[in-house]
């Protein structure tokens, strides 16, 4: 049986080409390697399969063995792209910072971060520069652009019939959340200049409110962009969704006061 990656990648590089004579746009499946193609397409067979399945069946009855019998993988294929169900369901995993990353969060003074921003801008900043990096490794448009949107739709709908998903989809950032948690709260012992709220909480609790914000905002950007069926990573929607956020947080904040006796209680615990 022929690889019908090879197949698809031929008939993108076929379609191209008359398209280049007339525009010179460069294709970007031609500018692949054929591993790197055929790893692609891989990836989008098991999502398209996947996702196929849990509309079809439902996501709680479809198991592993399915997936892979229905995409003809090995398990050990399928977890070389996805380390569970609920990943090839979702689409999403945590962005994938490095230690590097992370040792640059924790140790780079504030004055040689040069952004001139705070802490957690550049978190969600860093966010957003991996994110993008982790679309583009795994970007199915390049090669059928149509299956990758049709995928899309899917996990939409995925997302909408099993609601437990989307706490799954959050609970996936735990590790990344104790990891930066870690190398915020250093920072800010290191560098306490960068403190904003040490009337009311201890560096581990401003470095958690650091961590959680961030973490918070990209989960609604991607939940929006899982509802609204698209596969694309959108910086502009992003930075719109923390806007939003912020908005609705400072209503909060200025609107909803607690009592003074309340108050009191809480500036008492922290002194």
């Known amino acids: 049986m022929q690889d019908s990656s090879e197949d698809l990648c031929e008939d993108a590089e076929g379609n191209a080409a008359g398209k280049n004579a007339e525009t010179q746009d460069v294709d970007p499946c031609?500018?692949?390697?054929?591993?790197e193609r055929k790893r692609r397409l891989t990836r989008l067979?098991?999502?398209?399969?996947?996702?196929?399945?849990?509309?079809?069946?439902?996501?709680?009855?479809?198991?592993?063995e399915d997936i892979c019998s229905a995409a003809d993988?090995?398990?050990?294929?399928?977890?070389?792209?996805?380390?569970?169900?609920?990943?090839?369901?979702l689409g999403v995993a945590p962005p994938p910072l490095t230690q590097d990353d992370l040792d640059k969060l924790e140790n780079t003074p504030p004055a040689e971060d040069g952004s001139g921003q705070p802490l957690e801008s550049r978190l969600f900043g860093l966010f957003l520069t991996r994110r993008a990096e982790q679309f583009r490794d795994c970007d199915g448009t390049v090669l059928d652009a149509q299956l990758a949107e049709e995928v899309a739709r899917r996990r939409g709908l995925i997302l909408e019939r099993n609601s437990e998903l989307a706490l799954a989809k959050l609970s996936r950032f735990q590790d990344l959340r104790q990891r930066l948690g870690v190398a915020i709260t250093q920072h800010l012992q290191k560098f306490p200049e960068q403190?904003?709220?040490?009337?009311?909480?201890?560096?581990?609790?401003?470095?958690?409110?650091?961590?959680?914000?961030?973490?918070?905002?990209?989960?609604?950007?991607?939940?929006?962009?899982?509802?609204?069926?698209?596969?694309?990573?959108?910086?502009?929607?992003?930075?719109?969704?923390?806007?939003?956020?912020?908005s609705?947080?400072?209503?909060?904040?200025?609107?909803?006061?607690?009592?003074?006796?309340?108050?009191?209680?809480?500036?008492?615990r922290r002194q």
């Open 30 to 35: 031609a500018q692949m390697g054929l591993r």
């Open 248 to 268: 609705l947080h400072h209503n909060i904040a200025e609107n909803v006061k607690p009592d003074d006796d309340r108050r009191g209680a809480t500036a008492g």
């Open 195 to 246: 403190r904003r709220f040490s009337e009311a909480f201890t560096a581990a609790e401003e470095a958690f409110l650091i961590v959680a914000s961030a973490i918070s905002t990209l989960w609604a950007s991607s939940t929006l962009n899982a509802q609204e069926k698209t596969p694309v990573v959108n910086p502009q929607r992003a930075y719109a969704t923390s806007r939003a956020l912020s």
């Open 45 to 64: 067979r098991i999502e398209d399969e996947a996702t196929r399945l849990f509309l079809e069946r439902s996501y709680t009855s479809v198991t592993l």
């Open 73 to 89: 993988i090995s398990r050990r294929t399928f977890f070389n792209y996805f380390d569970s169900k609920d990943h090839v369901a």
